[in-house]
């Protein structure tokens, strides 16, 4: 059984930080690419970045040179390092999986406050 659970969120100030976590199992995480996404109360869910199985990386362009996305495949773990941060990025954060896409998680709540 594929389960996403991602972790991390809050509330923090425009300016701050915030890592997020999402733990996979039920895949071979290592052989997959992983995205995050995101989406704003009243709009459509917004892809945001993603990492190869290989390590490379893509980013949306509103959130190039401010978000990182990283992983640890030894504990089945993306990541996404999210720095100077400003109240559009308020939104339920997602990950997902690029061969199981039906499948998500909870999603966790990112709140930035002007």
């Known amino acids: 059984q594929v389960q996403l659970v991602e972790s991390g969120g809050g509330l923090v100030q425009a300016g701050g930080s915030l890592r997020l976590s999402c733990a996979a199992s039920?895949?071979?995480?290592?052989?997959?690419?992983m995205d995050w996404y995101r989406q704003a109360p009243g709009k459509a869910r917004e892809w945001v970045a993603a990492?190869?199985?290989?390590?490379?990386?893509n980013y949306a362009d509103s959130v190039k040179g401010r978000f990182t996305i990283f992983r640890d495949n030894a504990k089945n773990t993306v990541y996404l390092q999210m720095n100077s941060l400003k109240p559009e990025d308020t939104a339920v954060y997602y990950c997902?999986?690029?061969?199981?896409?039906?499948?998500w998680g909870q999603g966790t709540q990112v709140t930035v406050s002007s």
């Open positions: 997902n999986a690029r061969q199981w896409r039906g499948y």
């Open positions: 039920g895949i071979i995480f290592s052989r997959n690419t």
């Open positions: 990492i190869t199985s290989g390590g490379s990386t």
